[in-house]
Each structure stands twice: as structure tokens, then as C-alpha cells.
């Protein structure tokens, strides 16, 4: 959606007469475009300097719109070398600062910007591990059972029963076999 332009920041709220000023709620000090919210917020600066992977780093605050998405996507480095891969993380950020943000606008409410990055490591560690194939539990084979008559006895009785335990009723069958 962020590349369609199609997120209603509080500058597009402005461009369509929806809102006097175009300010970012949370710094109070740029207008609030689609970069803005999810880079370029001082609100939120910090935490992408902890990050970002090091091939990203010089273009990471420079990039337009566009080619910032599509760099951090197609970043085939690992998050802080761990099993997540950046683009996921990346991904789950986003969302999360889009997140903050709207609870800042509607509810007047926010976690700190660390506590984000906490929820996005997270979301995207379950991410990952939901995308690990996972081997599929292998069938239970049949086996045949049957009575082999001993060579002790002449005579065999064999007995099942089962009982339904709401409406009490039971059964039992017993057969009774000879040697041949
Ligand atoms: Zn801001």
C-alpha cells in the first residue's frame, strides 16, 4: 500500500481538506509524508540505526519511497545475524510503526519505540519459524492381529466389552474357539 501511496498520512489528510496541517503528530516537527512516518520520524530514527544491516546503511535515510522498499525486500542479509531474514523483519517493523503510530492518533496512547522493535523481533521470529518445512508425521501403519490357537489348550475364549459412559449402556461379545 505504501508504494501505491495509498496510506493516509496526515499530509494526504491535508492534500484532500481533510486536515488543516500536515504535521507530524508524534515529532511535531516535519510534515508527516509516507516516509516520514516509517524512516524518517526522529521518533523512530534511532531505532532503525540499531538495525540495519550494513550493505543498507548508506542509502537507508537517502533512498525515495520506491527504491527504499524494494532494497530492504530484496536484502538477502539476516536480521542482527539471527535466523530471521531482514525483508521479514523488515516487513513486521513497518507494520508495527504504522501501528504506533495510528494508536498515537486515535487513542492518544503509545508504547515506546523500543517496545515496537520488541514486538516486530518477535512477530517476525514466529514468522519464520511458521515458514520452516516441517516434516510431515509419518502414517500409522496397520498391523495384523490374530489369534494363534495354543498348542496347551484345547479350547480358547476370547472376550471384548465397551461401556458408553453418558447413557451407561455396555455390550459384551465372547467367542469361543476350538483348537481347529
Ligand atoms: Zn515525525
Same mark, same amino acid.
Given at each position: ?5 495509498? %496510506?493516509?498520512? #496526515?499530509?494526504? !489528510?491535508?492534500? $484532500?481538506?481533510?486536515?488543516?496541517? +500536515? ?70 517493523? %513497518?507494520?508495527? #510503526?504504522?501501528? !504506533?503510530?495510528? $494508536?498515537?492518533?486515535?487513542?492518544? +496512547? ?71
Amino acid at each position: 500500500m505504501s508504494l501505491k501511496y495509498c %496510506i493516509l498520512t #496526515i499530509q494526504e !489528510r491535508c492534500r $484532500c481538506g481533510l486536515s488543516q496541517s +500536515s504535521i507530524c503528530p508524534l515529532c511535531s516537527a516535519n510534515e508527516e509524508s509516507i516516509l516520514h512516518m516509517m524512516r524518517d520520524c526522529p521518533s523512530m530514527k534511532g531505532s532503525w540505526l540499531k538495525v540495519i544491516p550494513s550493505a543498507l546503511t548508506r542509502s537507508f535515510f537517502m533512498a525515495p519511497l520506491f527504491d527504499w522498499v524494494m532494497d530492504n525486500l530484496t536484502n538477502k542479509d539476516n536480521f542482527l545475524g539471527m535466523v530471521i531474514p531482514w525483508a521479514i523483519f523488515f516487513l513486521t517493523f %513497518i507494520w508495527q #510503526i504504522w501501528k !504506533r503510530r495510528n $494508536c498515537f492518533v486515535f487513542n492518544d +496512547s503509545s508504547h515506546g519505540i523500543d517496545d515496537t522493535l520488541h514486538h516486530s523481533i518477535s512477530w517476525s521470529t514466529h514468522i519464520e519459524a511458521c515458514r520452516q518445512p516441517t516434516t510431515p508425521p509419518r502414517a500409522r501403519q496397520p498391523t495384523l492381529t490374530m489369534w494363534q490357537p495354543s498348542i496347551h489348550v484345547q479350547h480358547c475364549l476370547n472376550i471384548d466389552a465397551s461401556v458408553d459412559v453418558l447413557s451407561g449402556l455396555g455390550s459384551v461379545v465372547g467367542v469361543l474357539r476350538t483348537r481347529e
